[in-house]
């Protein structure tokens, strides 16, 4: 006959062991809530600082028809701005002076409006930021890039002041390929805006990754719809790759 002590044996000890670890209700009550306490208490994380998307354009012969002056002061008006701007600086479009009321080491650029000669737009900033376009290495176009904090100035000579805080990478581009493969967009789509001023963002999705090339179809078209003249801005965008 098969014996059956062990199994008995087997279960006093299960029910010893179970009766050695009884706890206070009470005591487990009170445990427990404290993990729950310390469970529930909300964690704070750091948040971080949202990447300013960058503002490529290119300012320049167009002034106040050209919708990337208001785009530009109302970034400006939100106080950091991330900008790669294509500049043309000559007189009575775009000029530098040396800063009244900025900072050392920094330019006050002067964008005037088609509205007459005393209206115009004045940022002051850092030197390093921006880059001169030197017509011997047939290169007339000039860069502002930078990442920047901005503060309205109450001087009479200024308008905004943009302080650097960090970098926007040149992008690679195609401007080469486009300059030499690409004649007919850079004759059609000046045509298109003149004409036609509302398709500006459509055609703008075409350039929006070439400032420089943006630049010479935007020029081109303000020339053509205000002299009925094409004049040389597509050379002077291209003519570094010529």
Partial sequence: MRSITPLLGATAAVLALSACTTTNPETE??????????????????????????????????????????????????????????????????????????????????????????????????????????IEDQDALSTLRGAFSVEASSGSDIDYVLTLTGDVPETETTDEQRCNTEEEALTADPETLADDPAAYATIREHWVDSPRLWWAVKATAHSLAEYGDTSDSIATACSIYW
């Fill in 29 to 134: 009550r009170d445990a427990t809530a404290g993990i729950d306490a310390a469970d529930t208490t909300p964690t704070q994380e750091r948040t971080a600082e949202p990447e300013l998307e960058v503002f490529r354009e290119s300012i320049g012969l167009f002034r106040a028809t050209d919708p990337a002056m208001a785009e530009l002061t109302e970034l400006l008006d939100t106080g950091h701005v991330a900008l790669d701007l294509t500049l043309f600086i000559q007189d009575e479009v775009v000029e530098t002076t040396a800063p009244v009321d900025g900072a050392a080491e920094s330019v006050n650029l002067w964008f005037f409006f088609d509205e007459g000669d005393d209206k115009f737009l004045t940022l002051n900033v850092p030197e390093v930021a921006l880059a001169i376009g030197d």
